[in-house]
């Protein structure tokens, strides 16, 4: 297959589009951030890569990285994880209220904040220094031994995080959060503010298709089984209220952040990082959603 002429395609039809969404204003370090950037990057399993546009200029991942702290609550809780997390989508916007309330302050699943916040507090709850092992554990997977938080970004979302305040609390009286919701709000600030670019990204998430293990030595992460759980959850709940439709489009597991990364992933093959900060009214970018589309589509590689 060549990958290269149908990323060629795809870049060059999305970057013609004239309409390239809006920045997220709500989070300010994010709103300055140049809407025109646009880069894509991929990853095949036997670890060649190629990249176009804006792939090697770093961003602000943001919820993308509520996969990999899933993965690490995962490997150290196993099965039993389901208990204070469901798997449903959510049919709601990423930061509603809504269903807690009905659900007993259970998230729908661990992508919406809800569901990421609860994460964070099993995280908290089982490791001795979450900040710091969460990061370990993402430096591992990426191959990046000097990635660090970004404390401008990550102050900038608490200066503004009312609904995230809100929903840790609603949560904690529901009795789903076990740790001070101060201290679980700044670890989730903290994940949220990893910065990558599409070549980092998609080399991360190569675990996720290759059935739990590293490309790089082959290292298992987390068993085939719970990869594949994983998949199945970022194919359905990894774009919010659009999950359905991105899903219906693309036909890929994937996962998108506020920051405009997407990261989307065909199991056995490729993982694919794209990036546009323009976001679409459902919080995904606009055309990292219109790319996958088109590659998918030209290319007929998808999980159906």
Known sequence: MNYRKSIEKAFDYSKALTDKGKVATYIPELANVDPTKFGVHMTTLDGQGFGLGHHLEKFSIQSIAKVLSLTLAYKILGEKIWKRVDVEPSGTKFDSLLLLDTNNGIPRNPFVNSGALVICDILMSHLGNAHKEFLAFVRDLSGLPNLV????????????????????????????????????????????????????????????????????????????????????????CGFYDESGEFAFKVGLPGKSGVGGGVVALYPHNYTIAVWSPGLNPKGNSYLGMKFLEKLTTHSELTIF
């Open 149 to 236: 938080y970004s404390d401008k970004i990550a102050d900038s979302e608490k200066a503004t995080g009312y609904r995230n305040v809100a929903l840790c609390n609603f949560i904690k009286s529901f009795g789903n959060i076990e740790n001070d919701p101060a201290e679980v709000l700044d670890f989730y600030f903290d994940l949220c503010s990893l910065e990558m670019n599409c070549e980092q990204l998609a080399r991360t998430f190569s675990f996720l298709a290759n059935g739990g293990s590293k490309i790089s030595d082959d290292t298992k992460i987390i068993s085939t089984s719970q990869s594949k759980r994983i998949n199945a959850l970022m194919l359905t």
